[in-house]
């Protein structure tokens, strides 16, 4: 359906939006767009669709999180482990 095409455009640009105005001064711009559609791919046979923004927003957050501080304890935001890494820089590098 058309519809869907503009949707999930729509929600790939507010979950981009949202990591990079938390994480656009230490992320790739680009690394963030993959991390968005990948964390969005997750939710595509998805029937309620209204929620998936957010759920992919707080996946994609806590997986940009963990790369750039591995030490830190996953957030209960973080719904799944993900091994995937992330091409991001650490603080002050």
Do not use: N
């Amino acid at each position: 359906m058309a519809g869907q095409g503009v949707e999930r455009s729509d929600q790939h640009s507010f979950v981009v939006k949202q990591l990079c105005a938390e994480f656009g001064d230490r992320v790739d711009p680009v690394t963030i767009q993959d991390v968005a559609a990948g964390e969005l791919a997750g939710f595509a046979d998805a029937r309620v669709r209204e929620f998936v923004p957010i759920f992919a927003w707080r996946r994609a957050r806590a997986r940009i999180r963990r790369q750039l501080d591995p030490a830190a304890p996953a957030s209960r935001g973080d719904l799944r482990a993900t091994t995937a890494t992330v091409g991001v820089s650490p603080p002050g590098g």
